[in-house]
Nanobody, 122 residues
Framework: QVQLVESAGGLVQTGGSLRLSCTASGYTFSLYAMGWFRQAPGKEREFVAAIMSSITAYADSVKGRFTISRDNTKKTVYLQMNSLKPEDTAVYYC?????????????????WGQGTQVTVSS
């Protein structure tokens, strides 16, 4: 059974940093791309970043500020978020892809974490 467990988010000020982690179990972690999505109140879930090996993909809104990485030995994917803005406030979800390609298409992800709240104060 696939499980994705995210670290706690938090409350940070504008310009601050936060690192999220997501630890996987129940499947061969190294074989699949991983992604991060987020959902703000009243908005649809949106793609943030994805990774497979050294190949990464980012939403334009976070490019240059967020960095996704993974440690296959620890079965963990990370999202380092720098220069945070109030518009980054959302519930963040990690997700397991069904493919080896880091895609932004949410339907290509078949397992999701429980979500973790990130709030950026102005």
């Amino acid at each position: 059974q696939v499980q994705l467990v995210e670290s706690a988010g938090g409350l940070v000020q504008t310009g601050g940093s936060l690192r999220l982690s997501c630890t996987a179990s129940g499947y061969t972690f190294s074989l699949y791309a991983m992604g991060w999505f987020r959902q703000a109140p009243g908005k649809e879930r949106e793609f943030v970043a994805a990774i497979m090996s050294s190949i990464t993909a980012y939403a334009d809104s976070v490019k240059g500020r967020f960095t996704i990485s993974r440690d296959n030995t620890k079965k963990t994917v990370y999202l380092q978020m720098n220069s945070l803005k109030p518009e980054d406030t959302a519930v963040y979800y990690c997700a397991k892809s069904t493919s080896r390609f880091p895609t932004s298409y949410y339907k290509q992800y078949d397992s999701w974490g429980q979500g973790t709240q990130v709030t950026v104060s102005s």
